[in-house]
């Protein structure tokens, strides 16, 4: 397993310990025992697994012990792995940049990690040879613009901003001339989160996607909500919301790297069926993944191998 998974792996070790402990247990035990089972689908609610999936799971292994009253603890990793992967499928989001240039927005809560997240993708598609312009649509906080351009002086990156209070519909506006004018590949847009003045919110984010679609009928290309995954299903509400509004096309799920709820990603896909094309492992630019559905099972269901 490449290195930066290991974060998901080593948060889902350290962070759901009733997981692993039942988990130790089938193993240790060498088999599959009703009591096992009910630690097991105790431990798969606990992280935040959901209803479907905890049910499926729980529903395979009984099948299992009914039918031989032995389950070679592997079984249980492979037999847990076809669920999450079966759960999953079509949860990949592949991000071509086709479109010169294509349009993200990122939306979504405050502390979400939209910021960061834009930060560590602009950084990523830079070392990818990508020319990439960052737009500071987050107009609304006063300590916004700054937070961004700290990243974004650091990591070298290209930014249009404006002065605080401005409206986020015209630095969008401008970003996008400037893209179009420096031949950008590709314009990343970060945007306000804040969830008390919603209405206002949503109408502001309606505004900068009608903006963008009048300079070209596709833009903004990607609508990505970016979403709290230390929150787990507590998100999928939320996601309904901004999906009213925004018709978003895909997720990035942050801070699984030290989650005990990781196993939300599951239920927030499952819910919405947008494709992930990020999770957020740390808060430093190298911690962005593509989201990978192998890497994702086996840092769920190979952490004890190592163990034995
Ligand atoms: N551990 C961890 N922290 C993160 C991650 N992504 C963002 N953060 C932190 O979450 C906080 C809020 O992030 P920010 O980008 O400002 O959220 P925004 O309000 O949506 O723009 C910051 O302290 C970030 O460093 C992640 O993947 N893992
Ligand atoms: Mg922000």
Redesign the pocket.
Known sequence: MSGIFNKLKEGFIRETPTFQRAYKKIFRDKYLDLSSIEALEESLYEADFGVETTEEMISLAQKAFQSNGKSAPLDIAKLGAKVLTDALEGSEGVLKLDAQPSVICLI???????????AKLGFQLKKDGKKVLIGAC?TFRAA?NE?LMSWTDRLGLEIVSSSHGADAAAVAFDSYNTAVKKEMNCLLL?TA?RLHTKTNLMEELSKMKRVLAKQNGESPHYRWL?V??SLGSNSIEQAKVFHEHFDINGLIV?????TSRGGAVVGIFRALKIPIYF?????SEN??RPFSIQEYVDAVFSSQEEDQ
Request: proline letters at 0%; zero cysteines.
């Open positions: 979504g809560i405050n502390g979400a990690g939209k910021t960061t997240t834009t987050d916004a937070q970060d989160g970016v709290d995954g942050t801070k699984l790297d030290g999770v957020g492992l740390g808060e911690d962005l």
